[in-house]
């Protein structure tokens, strides 16, 4: 009977339509896109039938080298800057979330968390700026540089969430019985810190996939990513095979999240 | 801690190795978009085995600003427009072509030969000429359009429906051909008239794109607009109802060639690219793609029979002659361009 | 619980351990960023490029107009002015359109069992992960003048002719908006699922209504998530680029489009692109600091 009564109070009209309303407007230009993608009809908005010529064309047709090309950059700069960001930022949140209170703490956080705060063109404007007064030549190493910068704070986040759920009395009584630092990191911290660590990459790796303005300012001559591709073509127009590939990335991405659901529910019947 | 510093070298050294990895044997084209088949820089690649990369640029002044903000080194050609030639090379930023280092020289025009904005053909090659103007949607406008008035002062069923090209040396000139001022003027009334009509043409226009410029005519976000004739023959083959229009205050004409960049970091690559566009077949193979005309020997034979008889290719008989935009001293290029901030702003 | 001490399991590594973090983000973002600032007080050389010499001139083009000779006594310049201003309503009514939306959706989440709550905040979090340039082409091919949206609304006769939404400023207003909402959804859902409701029940024993409660006993109680939340949409908002450019078309700018013309575009004006980006950093780190000081204000309180 409580039970019921305080569900009654939990509840508000109105809410529930809203939470539809949100779904429906999250979902449907991207569904619309799904749907066109399979389009026999090379007029875009006209429907011809089913077809999968468009996916055929992203990985047989002229473009498809580009596009393959594009998407190793893509796929491997996204790795190694959600790899180099994820051991940066353990460490980092270790640093941070196992000393005691010290000045400069906030200081350090404000740090940490600027790459969010500035706002991406401003980034943006400011690597390029620096990377020409240096003379250092864009090319693939200045993107790689400056997606570690900005993957930093989406890779420590969780992190630095999961170790501030971990009593340091386990790390503690490995350390009493005479472990090392590392042992004690190695062989206590780190297996209880995987989701946190494996989440960490996760975000980083989709967030360094994700970026286009970055990218596009520090990028050298001859190299693209997808979506520093993607966008070149659609400035001539929104052609069927770009739906394709942007379908095959939604699926990317829900793939990703999936994985990344699953591997916080390991986190949770472990602990 | 070891493995950890182990993989993230590992990654790093991956990383620098797949950026140095095509470092021989490459070529590096700086191109407008939309302007060569994939097809054509495949067979080039195959014959000479090379890896060829391209990036785009939509406007003259962009590859201008791309060049000047660090990008000389890094493209092997890039292809501007005749006056855009000239500044590049007034800045020193073209390299020489030697006497006899290009083995097809002997396949350009003669009136492409010795041409004002490089005498001599010192620095580049004709790559295509055509023409800048705009195309109608009959089916939204059916009045006369041989106006340039369709852009500068359009009729109300066309107000807010144009498309501008997102570039100043051919809106301004355009605007100028339509005062019937001369497009360096000095005159400060002048400039005032052009400053003037442009800042009221603007609530007119829908939106400034070159790269987009087929493509919002075709799906209808503008019914009218400032395009290049083979860029309107492509978008009429896709929508019947365009139009392309050689107005009687008179157009722009330009030829866009291909140069030989300073510091090329492959300039044996860059001049076999060359004598490769040279071949009338070649460059018969983006003529039929692009749409607009050659300036080498032999190609009409090899060309579409669509585009030999092509209103964009073949203006009427009453036309007025073309003008080349023209390349203006620096104090009064700075008043043009605070003209053009004007209206982008 | 574990006291201060215990907690430095690994205090005397501190430094080694935030070196790597900080020394990456010293040196490729902080330096970057005061290299900027030098940058907007150099002078833009004739036909791009910058010479190393002090100038005011890319303030001077902000604020004021001198005219087309450059030779008329200084009028401020609206233009620049207006387009930070359009920004930041456009931003503000960004985020409020997304707390309307995206408050009443996470709290309806919160509520949810816990297995019907992890559908939802699943189908939250796809299109948080899915690519923004996708996100923003697929809500341009939604709703240009031959896109699906307008062919339908005309089959279905509710219009004869194309609602003309593309290159509007309302378009990328729904683009802003489109783009940002799973930012307000998370992390107010993260706070109401923290929130006690027998605090709810408390307030409905008191005989209060239950649109009172929300007002006088949740909201106060959530208000860190939705103050994030606010964050979270606006300040990207402000210097977004590709709902602008994508769905306003080169007329409608807005901060982040304006800057990337000085840089990308034709103008090739970096002193005035880098002092335009200055006044957007200066402009959100105000926004980032009052934040900070309601957040300290409620650690006090608390």
């Known amino acids: ?271 | 801690m070891k493995t950890i510093f182990k993989t993230t070298a590992l990654a790093v050294a991956l990383g620098l190795g797949s950026a140095a990895a095509h470092a021989e044997g490459s070529l590096s084209i700086y191109h407008w978009f939309e302007y060569i088949p994939q097809d054509l820089l495949d067979k080039f690649a195959k014959e000479h085995d090379v890896e060829v990369t391209m990036d785009t640029y939509d406007s003259n002044e962009s590859l201008l600003a791309s060049l000047k903000a660090g990008k000389m080194g890094s493209y092997d050609v890039a292809v501007p427009s005749d006056y855009m030639v000239e500044i590049l090379s007034n800045d020193g930023m073209l390299d020489t072509i030697a006497d006899g280092e290009l083995a097809n020289i002997g396949n350009i025009e003669d009136k492409w030969m010795d041409v004002a904005f490089d005498a001599g053909r010192k620095h580049s090659i004709p790559y295509q000429w055509g023409s800048t103007s705009f195309s109608v949607n009959r089916d939204v406008y059916k009045g006369d359009i041989g106006s340039l008035a369709m852009m500068f002062d359009p009729p109300a069923d066309l107000s807010g429906k144009i498309n501008v090209l997102d570039s100043s040396g051919e809106v301004l000139g355009l605007a100028s051909i339509y005062l019937g001022i001369p497009q360096c003027t000095t005159d400060r009334d002048q400039l005032k008239a052009l400053n003037k009509l442009v800042l009221e043409a603007k609530p007119h226009w829908a939106s400034f794109n070159s790269d987009g410029a087929k493509d919002v005519l075709v799906s209808g976000d503008a019914a009218a607009g400032m395009i290049w004739n083979g860029f309107g023959a492509k978008a009429r083959g896709e929508l019947a109802s365009l139009e392309y229009s050689y107005p009687k205050e008179g157009y722009i004409v330009w030829m866009d060639n291909v140069v030989l960049l300073k510091d090329a970091p492959n300039r044996a690559n860059a001049l076999k690219f060359m004598d490769f566009l040279l071949e009338p077949e070649n460059i018969a193979a983006v003529t039929n793609f692009a749409q607009y005309t050659a300036g080498v020997k032999g190609v009409n034979a090899l060309l579409d029979e669509s585009l030999k008889t092509s209103p964009e290719n073949n203006p009427p008989a009453d036309a007025p002659a073309g003008t080349f935009v023209q390349v203006c001293d620096e104090p009064t290029q700075k008043l043009y361009e605070q003209i053009w901030t004007n209206v982008k702003k | 619980m574990s006291g201060l001490v215990e907690k430095s399991s690994f205090g005397g590594l501190r430094k080694p351990l935030l070196m790597p973090a900080w020394v990456m983000i010293g040196f490729f973002l902080i330096i970057p960023v005061l290299t900027m600032l030098v940058y907007s007080f150099l002078t833009k050389e004739f036909r791009g490029g910058v010479i190393w010499e002090f100038s005011l001139a890319a303030y001077d083009q902000f604020f004021f107009d001198r005219g087309l000779f450059g030779d008329e006594p200084p009028k401020i310049e609206w233009t620049y002015i207006n387009i930070f201003w359009r920004s930041i309503v456009q931003a503000f009514v960004a985020t409020i359109i997304c707390l309307v939306i995206g408050f009443p959706t996470a709290y309806f989440i919160a509520t949810r069992s816990a297995n019907t709550r992890n559908i939802w905040l699943f189908l939250i979090t796809v299109p948080y992960w899915v690519n923004l340039l996708i996100r923003t082409v697929s809500m341009k091919f939604l709703i240009r003048d031959s896109g699906p949206l307008n062919h339908w609304l005309m089959q279905a006769g509710f219009i004869d002719s194309p609602i003309h939404l593309i290159n509007t400023n309302f378009a990328v207003q729904l683009g802003l908006f489109y783009s940002y909402l799973p930012f307000m959804v998370l992390p107010i859902y993260a706070s109401v699922e923290r929130y006690n409701f027998s605090l709810s029940e408390a307030s409905a024993d008191l005989y209060a209504g239950r649109w009172t409660t929300l007002r006088r006993i949740v909201l106060p109680a959530v208000k860190p998530g939705i103050i994030a939340g606010c964050i979270l949409v606006f300040v990207p908002s402000l210097g977004a680029f590709l709902a602008p450019d994508l769905l306003g078309g080169a007329k409608n700018f807005m901060i982040g489009t304006l800057i990337e013309e000085q840089f990308k575009g034709a103008s090739g004006n970096w002193p005035f692109g880098a002092a335009a980006s200055m006044l957007l950093l200066s402009l959100v780190l105000v926004v980032l600091l009052f934040y900070a000081r309601s957040q300290s204000k409620q650690a006090l309180h608390h």
């Open chain 1, 1 to 271: 009977m409580k039970e019921k009564a305080l569900d009654q109070i939990k509840r508000y009209p109105g809410f529930f339509p809203m939470a539809v309303l949100c779904l429906f407007l999250l979902y449907t230009p991207l569904i619309i896109v799904m749907i066109y993608s399979f389009n026999d009809s090379p007029s875009i908005t006209r429907w011809g039938g089913f077809s999968l010529r468009w996916y055929e064309d992203v990985f047989f047709g002229l473009e498809a080298t580009k596009l393959r090309k594009a998407a190793w950059n893509s796929v491997t700069i996204a790795t190694m800057a959600a790899i180099c960001a994820t051991v940066i930022a353990t460490a980092a949140a270790v640093g941070m979330v196992r000393s005691a209170a010290w000045r400069g703490k906030t200081a350090s956080f404000a740090i940490l968390s600027l790459p969010i705060m500035v706002p991406e063109i401003v980034t943006a404007v400011a690597t390029l700026i620096f990377f020409s007064t240096i003379g250092f030549k864009a090319g693939y190493a200045t993107i790689l540089i400056a997606h570690i910068v900005f993957c930093i704070p989406f890779a420590y986040l969780p992190i630095a969430a999961r170790l501030e759920g971990i009593d340091s009395n386990y790390e503690q009584a490995a350390l009493d019985l005479y472990a090392s630092r590392w042992q004690a990191f190695k062989r206590v911290l780190l297996p209880l810190l995987a989701p946190g660590i494996i989440s960490g990459f996760l975000l980083a790796f989709i967030i360094s996939l994700d970026d286009f303005i970055i990218t596009n300012f520090v990028k050298g001559a001859g190299i693209e990513t997808l979506p520093t591709a993607i966008f070149g073509a659609i400035r001539q127009g929104i052609k069927p095979n770009i739906m394709a590939i942007s379908t095959l990335m939604l699926l990317v991405s829900i793939l990703f999240v999936t994985v990344s659901y699953f591997v916080g529910r390991m986190g949770e019947t472990k602990k």
